[in-house]
């Protein structure tokens, strides 16, 4: 039986060609294993081998995209393998992403399986763990025995196409596709197994692992009201109506920014509500029931505070992925910050 | 500072200073009451969202 080809894809540095002095080396291969390629073949032994290297300097890889890419491929190609290894590049920001868009190119473009393994802070990780199967790596060549080992393995079983287990069980990072299974018991008594544990002070999984909030100190109050400039946010989707700069109803990822200026209130032949997650008519007819223009209007006029802020910022806050939620509201609040705002009122459905 | 008609979601994001809404399509609103009045209860919220705003918040340290 012929022994599975594999090639090894590592940068300048692993590849043994030298430090951030030589990562404009441009690409280049080798038979056999280089550096770390040795530990990768004991590791594979008798069940495939290591045919040849390609090493690319990580700063070449980036500079040159997509010349590089083609580079890199070819003398991928130039192989014939049945399956790529990239890295592990552990957290290093260039050589993870490199090994990322190599292993993509060769799943797309020569058809076969490849796999790389990064540090879960690595940035390749983010953007290709969607599209190649990525293994959990430590953050520092220290840990390269075990994440070596962990990355060879997976890919023989994905080469071989046995089915997988979970992330957890495998050590790769979840793609984000759900996977139905039988258990032995019924979700009711599962979740109530799982409180026991949790009471009784015995370890326990949760089977949903709820997303990380980063959780911000909350600003100083405002000194002199009489004097601030506050701003109107909405996340209940209030746009002019007619959706000109088509703001998505849901999961959307942009926002409006429009001018109130001289409005003393909104009105339902300017604005409609479109936000997809709620009874929309209730903010068409009156869009002010989200952004309180009005009543703002008649504080200010009594100098309860200084000025209301000329613009608005909308966008429909319905099912919003967190880290489109999270850019929006970084860039709003970039633009508020730009524009000495004192405060912001934000209303939610 | 915030309204929501939906507090818990603000108090999982970690803000500090919330107002409850009136109803989820009408934050600021009331649709079952006369015109005059919807408004002066948005100007009764509007101005404690605004007075919330020049609070110091304790901490419970």
């Known amino acids: ?349 | 500072m915030q309204i929501s008609s939906l507090i818990k979601i603000p108090e999982m994001m970690g803000i500090k200073r919330i107002i409850g809404g009136i109803g989820v399509p009408y934050p600021l609103g009331n649709p079952h009451v006369s015109k005059a009045e919807e408004e002066r209860t948005r100007q009764k919220y509007v101005e404690r969202a605004l007075r919330l705003l020049e609070q110091p918040l304790i901490d419970p340290a």
């Open chain 1, 1 to 349: 039986m012929s022994k599975i080809k594999v090639v090894h894809y590592i940068n300048q540095f692993f590849g043994q060609t030298g430090g951030e002095d030589k990562a404009d080396t441009p690409p280049f291969s080798v038979e056999g294993c280089l550096g770390p390629g040795v530990l990768l073949q004991t590791i594979l032994g008798d069940r495939a081998k290591v045919v040849g290297t390609v090493v690319c300097g990580d700063n070449y890889f980036w500079e040159n995209q997509e010349q590089a890419k083609t580079e890199v491929l070819d003398l991928l190609a130039g192989f014939s393998p049945d399956l790529v290894i990239a890295g592990p590049a552990f957290n290093a920001g260039r050589y993870g992403p490199a090994c990322g868009a190599v292993c993509e190119m060769a799943q797309e473009k020569l058809g076969i399986p490849a796999l790389t393994g990064l540090y879960k802070e690595n940035p390749g990780l983010e953007l290709y763990r969607k599209k190649i199967l990525i293994t959990r790596a430590g953050s520092s060549a220290v840990s390269m025995k075990e994440d070596m080992k962990r990355l060879a393995e997976l890919a023989l079983k994905v080469y071989a196409k046995e089915p997988l287990g979970g992330p957890d069980e495998e050590g790769y990072y979840a793609h984000g596709v759900r996977k139905n299974r039988f258990s032995d018991r019924i979700a009711a008594v599962r979740g109530v197994d799982m409180l026991c544990d949790k009471l009784a002070g015995r370890p326990f999984a949760t089977e949903i692992r709820l997303p990380d909030f980063d959780i911000v100190k909350p600003a100083s109050p405002v000194k002199n009201l009489s004097e601030a400039v506050i701003a109107l946010v909405t996340d209940g989707g209030i746009v002019p109506k007619g959706n000109p700069d088509r703001i998505k109803s849901a999961t959307g990822n942009t926002y409006g920014k429009y001018s109130i200026a001289k409005m003393e209130k909104l009105t339902p032949e300017e604005f409609e509500c479109i936000h997809a997650g709620l009874d929309n008519t209730y903010g068409s007819e009156d869009p002010n029931r989200f952004l309180p223009v009005d009543a703002m209007r008649v504080l200010e006029k009594e100098k309860l505070f200084g000025r209301l802020f000329d613009y608005i910022y909308t966008t429909a806050g319905c099912t919003v992925e967190l880290s489109n939620a999270k850019k929006m509201g970084e860039s709003i609040a970039a633009d508020l910050h730009s524009q000495n705002i004192s405060a912001v009122i934000l209303t939610s459905g």
